[in-house]
């Protein structure tokens, strides 16, 4: 691929639904473990060269591929934008606080958010943590604006992410 093609700032992820110290019963080896890694550090690496690095036969890798998605271990596969395309944008984590039992309505109208990242069952003083990406400021605003007028939500509190000094995440 040429240079002119290349997006410097695009990184494919591959979800696994559990860490990769498992026991033997969902990972069968350490093939799995180190077919998983490599999946991680670059999901769009062709079966081929996971094949070349793991000293296996292609095949064998679509094989596992195909077993550890079927059972559920390999959630999905994903783009994670990185450099100047999150520059671009402001995040912001998202304390979320919402009335007893109104918690399935809320996570079902919070979907509908392209602009939400995550969103985690939290405990503590909030009931859900919410980490959102926007094109600016405004358009973080009139998000939260939208969050607090959702039916159950009770209160948010925001923190925007001025830098973020380590990203372990995929």
């Known amino acids: 691929m040429s240079n002119r093609h290349r997006i410097p700032f695009l990184t494919c992820t591959v979800t696994v639904n559990a860490p990769t110290n498992l026991p033997e019963t969902l990972l069968r080896d350490k093939f799995d473990r ?3 890694a490599l999946l991680q550090a670059n999901a769009r690496e062709s079966t081929a060269n996971l094949a070349r690095k793991l000293g296996v036969a292609r095949t064998t890798v679509v094989a596992r591929i195909a077993r550890l998605e079927a059972n559920g271990l390999i959630g999905g596969y994903s783009v994670r934008l990185g450099g100047e395309a999150v520059a671009r944008g402001v995040q912001a984590f998202v304390g979320i606080v919402v009335q007893p039992k109104a918690g399935r309505e809320v ?5 509908k958010f392209p602009e939400l990242l995550q969103l985690a069952s939290v405990s503590g003083e909030f009931d859900y943590m919410a980490t959102l990406r926007a094109d600016n400021t405004a358009r973080l605003d009139v ?3 939208q969050i607090g007028e959702i039916e159950g939500v009770t209160r ?3 923190s925007v992410i001025l830098a973020l000094r380590i990203d372990r995440g995929g």
């Open 156 to 158: 948010t509190n925001t």
């Open 107 to 111: 996570i079902r109208e919070l979907t």
């Open 34 to 36: 180190e077919l998983i």
């Open 143 to 145: 998000l939260l604006d």
